[in-house]
């Protein structure tokens, strides 16, 4: 019943009576591209402690089971929050573009 | 149904009942107060079935029916004057969030100075919000036109916001007979309300109101414009219904009094409609051909009923008990510019009076319409506004 | 205290939202409806988290978001309530979540009357001490000395215990958190989902823009807050007070870090610093901690 509408209308027609929203990540597009340094994580060190995913504000770290933590390029905004947080200092802010080859 | 004795405002509380409102939240203001204490009274002793907010104040009082209605259920709260302008940005929230929630709203004066008494400018100066405005003259008319705003309202078509104006103290607290509907009579008429476009739902989440840039807005506003005029439509409708279902009209959005064959038609909104029947009856009995228009619907502005009304007038005599300052009577304004486009274009001639509660008797509305009588006669219009029993 | 690893790991704050790079608001949020579990309709008034959700038709928050004006979250609430109640649905926690404007200055009225009312909802203020989404203009909550677009020189006024104004209502549960606390925050929001009637949480964000700080040192700069004294931890279930274990410490004053290390990181208060060092003014913002400590314990203790 409710128009689960997130997507832009092409006409009037498919506009909903009042402006309402639907969920969706990337709401504002891919915000990956907003940043000028990329977190890298040496996973050698890291311990999958989760801090790191724990105080993302962007919520753009996953987890896999055992802990191990990925960041999403797409949507991470390089706040740096991440490579502070990080009890064993494994999280380097490398400049974009200036990353080398792994 | 069964009648009843009390107050319109007394009245007004039973209609919510009858109605099965789910949530009101109101704030007391004078004349509209007696409308919640009412509800308190029926909430405590458990007729009312709702919940009841006892608001701090106004502004709170329409956010907490938009929390309400938001969530799915259906909202009504009751005002006044300053309390209406107080719930302003709430007003044009409600309309633009498309939620059918029902105001009841006191006409009276606005402060400075303090005058508790009537005056139509409160609500007059919220026509431009989006709500749809009915103003009644009776407690019956009272108690029934705000049953049929909740269907007029949650109508897919319409989905805006509807105020139901009565005149302050002079209607408000006049005791008379009513016919009073059980909610289960009311059922068939009035089904519960379903939000079909959005609600507050964990379990479906939105979220509403999010910012729209320029591309969209006017869209949204468009629409708004279009739901407001379809309500002239959705109204008849539901005035079929409720003659067939309980046998009661009340006129339509424009209650016409001996129309058919006059020459001079008097307007007017309010109580003023109701002594207006007596004064075009005795202008009769004295072989005058007047009649008497009681705007009932006036936004969505009822233009095709009032054009299809002055093709067989020479003169309209409007009444505004309120002024839009710097230009004139609210009504008489928007009279005149549903009939410039038409063919049909008899004089207009607007009327200022009874602010303050400043009392309009038979006697003045004979006075303003043999004013317009003389106009029609005599062939000179005179004056285009004329403020009715001025002090010099 | 919940162990990292027993937080649960859906998301609710969708990522690729429009919040800054940095914001402190998102991650509270994040670790706030992750405690809820998303069974929660919010309300929210004119603040950052009403541009943060991004632009209609896409919401970046994965709950229901009523969105009402500046002045009427609580009221607002109120009325959710109400229909949850005519509806028969217990199950669905009502929450508001508004920045310091709208509740230490335009919303403390609705405030005050939904608390008075008893209305079962959970008020959450993220305070990060200015008027953010007009562009960082003084607020009730904004420090003394600190540099605002309305108070370039630094606020006249130190910030109004706006803590004390709801506890005088007597609510059901009360609560400081700090968003650089997520686990602390999380449990406060557990043990709040698990209350009824009136329950406020006051939640200190640190602010890349409004605070003037390298985006990184959010986290740094919010634990500084705690470290120094200036902000305190505490809880308060019906009238039983607890100063939260990470503020304990620091009811201590020796054990309190000077409040400069908490100042010199924010350019906000650069002016304390800078041409020269203003160590009246520092001393003053000193006082205050201790100050803030006398007041709290002596209210609730």
Same mark, same amino acid.
């Given at each position: ?35 000028? *340094? ?8 890291? +311990? ?55 | ?7 319109? +405002? ?51 009082? =329409? ?12 909202? &009504? ?9 107080? =719930?302003?940005?709430?007003?044009? #929230? ?9 105001? @009841? ?24 919000? %989006? ?10 008319? *009272? ?25 302050? *103290? ?7 007979? *009513? ?18 476009? #959005?609600?507050? +739902? ?21 629409? =708004? ?65 007047? %009649? ?15 054009? $299809?009304? @002055? ?75 004329? #403020? ?5 | ?17 429009? !919040? ?43 709950? /229901? ?7 009427? $979250? ?58 953010? +989404? ?11 000395? $600190? ?10 006024? /130190? ?12 609510? !059901? ?57 200036? #902000? ?36 906000? &208060? ?29 209210? &609730?203790?």
């Amino acid at each position: 019943m409710v128009n689960q509408v997130n997507t832009e209308p092409k006409s009037r027609a498919d506009m909903p009576k009042t402006p309402y929203s639907a969920p969706v990540i990337g709401s504002t597009g891919k915000t990956g591209s907003w940043r000028t *340094f990329n977190p890298v994580i040496d996973y050698d060190t890291c +311990n999958r402690c989760r801090t790191c995913w724990l105080y993302c504000p962007e919520a753009s770290i996953d987890l896999d089971e055992d802990g191990t933590p990925h960041i999403d390029y797409d949507y991470c905004k390089g706040c740096g929050i991440c490579a502070q947080v990080c009890p064993k200092k494994c999280i380097e802010m490398v400049r974009a573009g200036q990353e080398e080859a792994t | 149904m069964k009648t009843l004795l009390m107050s319109a +405002n007394y009245a007004a509380a039973r209609a919510i009942v009858s109605a099965r409102v789910e949530v009101v939240a109101a704030y007391p203001i004078t004349p509209a107060t007696t409308v919640p204490e009412q509800i308190a009274l029926l909430d405590e002793e458990g007729i009312y079935k709702g919940e009841f907010i006892r608001v701090e104040s106004e502004h709170s009082a =329409m956010f907490a029916c938009i929390g309400a209605s938001s969530t799915g259920a259906r909202a &009504f709260t009751a005002t006044s004057s300053n309390g209406l302008l107080l =719930m302003d940005e709430a007003l044009h #929230w409600a309309a633009a969030a498309r939620l059918p929630i029902v105001l @009841a709203n006191i006409n009276r004066s606005v402060s400075p100075p303090w005058n508790i008494h009537v005056t139509h400018d409160d609500s007059m100066s919220k026509r431009d919000t %989006g709500w749809i405005q009915f103003y009644v003259a009776s407690v019956d008319e *009272f108690y029934h036109t705000i049953i049929q705003a909740f269907k007029v309202a949650e109508d897919e078509r319409v989905l805006m916001p509807v105020m139901v104006s009565a005149d302050g *103290f002079v209607l408000s607290h006049t005791v008379s007979t *009513f016919d009073y509907l059980e909610p289960e009579e009311v059922d068939e008429f009035l089904p519960p309300y379903k939000p079909p476009h #959005w609600v507050m +739902n964990p379990d479906n989440p939105v979220s509403h109101g999010n910012i729209v840039f320029p591309e969209y807005y006017q869209e949204f506003r468009y629409q =708004m414009h279009e739901a407001s005029k379809n309500a002239l439509k959705v109204y008849e409708e539901v005035e079929r219904d409720y003659k067939r279902l309980f046998g009661k009209y009340f006129g339509g959005p424009i209650d016409q009094y001996r129309c058919d064959d006059a020459e001079v038609v008097f307007t007017s909104q309010g109580t003023v409609g109701a002594e207006a029947i007596d004064a075009i009856d005795e202008l009769r009995d004295e072989g005058y051909k007047v %009649g008497a228009a009681r705007v009932r619907m006036y936004r969505p502005f009822p233009v095709e009923p009032m054009r $299809a009304l @002055a093709s067989k007038v020479k003169a309209f005599a409007s009444f505004d008990r309120g002024v839009s300052y710097g230009f004139g009577g609210h009504v008489a304004n928007d009279i005149r510019a549903a009939l410039y486009h038409s063919p049909y274009r008899p004089i207009v001639k607007s009327y200022i009076g009874g602010l303050g509660g400043r009392d309009v008797t038979v006697d003045d509305i004979k006075e303003i319409i043999l004013d317009t009588v003389k106009a029609v006669e005599s062939g000179e219009m005179g004056p285009e506004e004329t #403020w009715h029993d001025l002090l010099e | 205290m919940v162990a990292i690893r027993e937080m649960p790991l859906k998301e609710f704050v969708l990522k690729g939202n429009a !919040a800054c790079a940095g914001c402190m608001d998102t991650l509270a949020l994040r670790h706030a409806l992750k405690a809820l579990e998303g069974k929660v309709i919010q309300v929210v008034p004119a603040c950052c988290t009403s541009v943060i959700q991004s632009l209609w038709p896409k919401s970046g928050l994965g709950v /229901p978001i009523l969105n009402t004006a500046f002045m009427a $979250a609580a009221a607002t609430a109120s009325g959710v309530r109400a229909a949850l109640k005519a509806k028969g649905r217990e199950d669905v926690q009502v929450m508001v979540w508004a920045g310091d404007g709208g509740t230490f200055d335009i919303g403390i009225q609705a405030l005050s009357g939904a608390f008075e009312r008893r209305t079962d909802f959970l008020y959450v203020c993220y305070n990060n001490q200015v008027y953010s +989404n007009t562009g960082t203009q003084r607020s009730g909550a904004t420090p003394l000395y $600190a540099q605002t677009t309305t108070t370039w020189y630094g606020k006249t006024e /130190p910030e109004k215990m706006l803590d004390l104004v709801v506890a005088a209502h007597e609510p !059901a549960y009360q609560a400081t958190a700090n968003a650089a606390y997520p686990r602390d925050l999380y449990e406060k929001f557990k043990r709040a989902s698990e209350i009824h009637g009136p329950k406020f949480i006051h939640v200190l964000i640190p602010c890349p823009q409004a605070w003037n700080y390298p985006v990184e040192l959010g986290v740094e700069i919010g634990k500084l807050a705690v470290e120094t004294g200036y #902000w305190i931890l505490w809880e308060r279930i019906g009238d039983k007070f607890k100063l939260s274990p990470q503020s304990k410490r620091f009811q201590d004053p020796a054990k309190r870090k000077p409040i400069e290390e908490f100042l010199k990181l924010q350019g906000r &208060f650069s002016r304390l610093f800078k041409p020269k060092k203003d160590e009246k003014k520092i001393a003053e913002l000193q006082a205050y901690v201790q100050h803030r400590w006398d007041v709290l314990m002596r209210t &609730f203790t």
